[in-house]
């Protein structure tokens, strides 16, 4: 597009997948595009034509230009940086170091350095010339895709991909403690057991859950069976048995002393994102895209109700008593609903111009917060 007529000047046609990389060249003479599918090409400008195509293995996480064009370094998805040469995107040199994709990439002014940042947490600097690490940043902890906090306030847990589980002090908000040494990617859910003596963890490549004892950081029990990347998990309020949901359209339940399989729910017709159990451990609640809040009896895990929903949004919560659920079912409205009933209480509008994304009940029941998008907390 001209940016100052907003006329378009070329399509560019020849990726098969998503493009994530778009990059100009210093002189603004080519343009360089990655896709999910681990190609890279490289565009004329003026012409609009394909100069180069490249198939990398490893993929293309993050790509930049030297400062006078005539480099590309790629970090890729598994970890390698690999330098190329821009013009020919002959293989220069590999810089190895990094364990899981390497998000960011960028050239000291001089270009005898390179610096990098990962999802292991850690920031390094390279030497072009030798491809050697000079220096190793690792006060960073990579993402942190979920946290929870201890039953007894004190304590946050959160976990990282290529990275230890993660104690913090809520008071002093230093870290108390890690353990795990063991990689995860995309963690679905991790959550404290109502004593707060248990961490469970949910989501991972294996496709499973893993117990830890949070006290000695061992590995407790590994709860397998789910087919499909875990989205969820919920303790019941004695702790004794674990509800966790899917992308395999299922909700499992587990005995928590034996990591017994107990019983698979089934009747969401697509992935389900969110479970919970009532406050009296009887119900347990799961939502899905399929537009469903489904309700389970937590003994015998027979489905009692299913409301159906206007969108799709795994963000819903039973009030302290049980007796009602707070659902976000439009983009600015909260609907209630009777749980015994199954009938629809009230509608609550909260925004006209921003979509709703969390809401949690106070500890008496009598107000509902509520976040939306645009960063604004409501109470």
């Known amino acids: 597009m001209d940016a100052t007529s907003g006329e378009r000047k070329h399509t560019l046609e020849g990726h098969e997948n998503i493009v994530l990389i778009l990059i100009f060249s210093p002189d603004g003479k080519t343009l360089v595009t990655g896709d999910w599918h681990q190609s890279t090409r490289l565009w004329d400008t003026e012409t609009g034509k394909q100069k180069q195509a490249i198939t990398e293995e490893d993929g293309f996480m993050s790509l930049t230009f030297s400062p006078e064009g005539s480099l590309l370094a790629n970090g890729s998805h598994i970890g390698p940086i690999h330098l190329m040469n821009a013009d020919t995107v002959e293989h220069i040199k590999t810089f ?3 364990s899981g994709y390497v998000s960011a990439v960028s050239f000291s002014p001089d270009m005898r350095t390179i610096a990098s940042g990962g999802i292991d947490g850690t920031l390094r600097i390279w030497d ?3 491809g050697e690490i000079k220096h190793t940043y690792t006060d960073h902890y990579g993402m942190f895709y979920c946290f929870d906090i201890s039953p007894d306030n004190k304590t946050i847990v959160s976990v990282s991909p290529n990275q230890p589980i993660f104690l913090w002090d809520t008071t002093s908000g230093k870290l108390k403690k890690t353990f795990n040494k063991e990689p995860y990617f995309f963690v679905g859910d991790i959550t404290f057991s109502p004593n707060g003596n248990v961490i469970a963890i949910g989501g991972n490549n294996k496709k499973d859950i893993t117990l830890w004892d949070r006290h000695t950081g061992k590995s407790i029990k590994t709860l397998n069976g789910h087919e499909s990347f875990i989205s969820g998990i ?10 966790s949901c899917s992308m395999d359209k299922t909700v499992r339940l587990w005995n928590t002393e034996t990591g017994e399989h107990k019983k698979t729910l089934e009747g969401h017709t697509e992935w389900v994102t969110g479970v ?5 451990g009887n119900t347990i609640a799961s939502v899905s895209p399929d537009k469903t809040l489904r309700l389970w009896d937590a003994k015998i895990g027979k489905e009692k109700r299913v409301f159906q929903l206007q969108r799709v949004d795994s963000s819903f919560a039973f009030s302290p008593n049980g007796e009602s659920i707070a ?3 439009d983009l600015f409205a909260v609907d209630l609903w009777n749980a015994s009933t199954g ?3 009230r509608v609550i509008r909260v925004r006209d111009n921003a979509s709703i994304s969390s809401l949690a009940f106070s500890p008496d029941g009598k107000f509902i917060a509520v976040g939306s998008a645009d960063g604004v907390l409501i109470y």
């Open 96 to 98: 190895t170091g990094h």
């Open 128 to 130: 072009v010339a030798s």
């Open 234 to 243: 919920a303790f019941s309020p004695d702790g004794k048995s674990i509800a």
């Open 276 to 280: 919970a159990y009532s406050p009296d």
């Open 327 to 329: 659902v976000v079912n």
């Open 343 to 345: 009938k629809q209480e």
